[in-house]
């Protein structure tokens, strides 16, 4: 008896760690599913979710969703899932840097090579400019959506600022000026937040006077610009990326620079440390003007939360973001939202410093950032019928009118491959950008194909640590961030 | 009694060696193997499977070779030494004024231990707010209390920063050191001091030649505690800093390299992660040998 009791106990102590690491692998046992979408962009995870319901729905396979919340990074996770007997289908990339190791480790499907006839339709149609490719030819991926940036203005702003009605001619205008024009116009408005002088500036040939008493509105104003000065991509990324423009068509060109290219990136470099200087010159804060120092790179107040609050309370005039930002800004101002419009950023680039196929400095001013943030790829480990199912599943989406409607309404994307002028979104920002392209005045992203954290990690925590507590920047100063962005570069490539 | 253990020992204790092999040992040694292979997080790189990919110790060659590794090293180092010598001087001193407070002890005790109740995240972000705007305009700013420019935005500084950091350590840990060391201070006996004060010893004296020796098993501990959590610091390095200013101690480079590469060199942060671990193991283990020599013994 005694016996038998030992060894019951010794079971049930012996069950135990076993019961409790076989709870990690409890999904392991048979799928239940037969198409398993892993989602990079929280933003969409319900909206995809839903997407995937009714695709379900019309025809009859299980479908999974996985998504992280949005703004984390789901790298690790799905390299976590790439390593499991149940490995997503579909998994997305971000960009080219990225590429790179699903593309050695086997795990992203060449699109060019597959052979169903409606899928391989939809991979041809994806435009040039906008596949995801290591070499010019190869294609992996499909893409989500189109995304932009540019200054963000609110029109109601521009009303307040220059008279009721002046907002569609301002826009215009503010859009084709030059340089210099918008450097005049900054220093304008500077000038009447500071000290109520209402001068006149002229965009674009256009003369626009600043009313001669504030409103409601632009009395809140305390600075041009809202800032996220703590943050390095601030410095890094997006707006390096207007400069890259001007040597690289898109990022696969900047993976694939010469030594030629790199060297011709003084120029725009040079020009972008200078607007760069300017701008940091004129930021607003939350009770008055940010002057560089300190404070300016402070990350509890000066961080990308600080700097939405900052203009979405009508404190800045500009904020430098994409329209990702709607949903963040209209937390905190629900009214502003529906009237915001993009203005293009402008470098001091001559025609001499753009090589790329943009050809102009006055094009590459009037253009904004179009590209595409995510891509759909698929998992070419996967059987052959999970494979089909994955590329009929993109098919329907981007192709059906019920696939669609969740892209355009429930997702709220641009999307990639649509008829933009039969498309308004309840986004203001969106619209804007539909606008742009329409217009094709639009330029893309090479920074996605300069070599892994050059943008953001390197250049741009160069310059926060080393230039933004500078009271005073210099014209070696410029060079000289301009030489450590290349130097840096072809260390790095 | 002893009967007992023997025969219930391996029962007992099996559960805990299935979970240590489970979770600590099999990855260990896995780790070890990836560290010589080219591992990429889902794939090896030039070839199928681990034997195929082995690079020998080339991951350990890249390693040496990246400056962002060996700053990281040296400010580890730095850091460590620093930190250990602040904690153990405030926790020491905290220990003896709560020994010799007549009253309230016991809440002085919780008081000074509840930082060490706090998650490192929480901590790195409350202390970020305190560097930033307390300290540097509060207090140490030129509008503030006293103006003393070392102590304004010690974040944007890779000097200032490490004694951040220290600061911040020293707060949470001091308070758990303290109970070690009270501990140990209640285990001298009253008479050594009398019969010292009987011979005329000083304060001082009292202290160099009986509360020091006598305190040698508790210095050994907190030693040993001291520098292997200060090794080992990652959260509050990332939410204090995130590397910024070149202030990435060994453990957030390790978590950072596969961000910095493309592929991702799994490899190489593992080898990293095995230098890190021997650099730790052989740390601890000359101080725990130092010390425990140093341990007297009443008879």
Redesign the interface.
Known sequence: MRNLAKIF??CL??A???L??AGCGMDMAGSGYDLYIFNGKGESAQALKDAADKFSEETGKKVKTFSLGSGTSS?DTL?AE??SKNMPTIFSIVNI??L???E????ALDLTTVTDENFKMLADEIPENMRLSSNGTNSFGVPYNVEGYGYIVDTRMVDALFGEGSADDFLEDAKNASYEEFQNLVIAVDGYIKNNTAASVVLDGETYTLRSEKTDLSSKLTGVFAIAGAD?WTYGDHLVNVALNAVFDNPADAAAATDAQIASLKGPLTAYARALDFKTSYAAGMNGPVTRG?EF?????ANYDSAVQIFAQSKALFIKQGNWAYTNIAKINEEIVKTLEFIPVKLPLTDADVTSSVETAEQLNRSISVYVPNYYAINAKATDEQKQTAMDFLVWLNTSESGQKFVTEDMAFVPYNADHQNITTDNSLSNSIIRYMEDGDVISNPYGGAP??WSG?VLG?EI??KYL?KEKWTEEDYSAIAEYGISKWNEMK | MDKYYRKWLLPISLPALILFFAVIVIPFVTGVLYSFTSWRGTYFAGGANAFESFVGFENYVNAFKNEKFLNAFVYTIKFTITAVIAINIVSLALAMMITTVSRGGAIYRTVFFLPNLLGGLALGFIWQFIFQNVFSDVLFGPQGLIHIPALTNMLQDNTKALFALVILVTWQMAGYMMIIYITGLNTIPRDLYEAAQIDGAGALAQFRVITLPMLMPAITIVFFLTLANCFKLLDQNIALTDGNFNTRLLATQILRTTRDTAPPDYGMAQAQAVVFFVLIAVVTLVQLYVTKRREVELH
């Open positions: 106990s010794l102590v012996l135990l760690p076993v409790s690491l790298l390299r790439l390593n840097q990225e790179k190791e699903f050695e480790g086997g795990f390095k300190a790179i402070n990350t509890t107040t892994v954290n990690d925590l926060m640590e507590t």
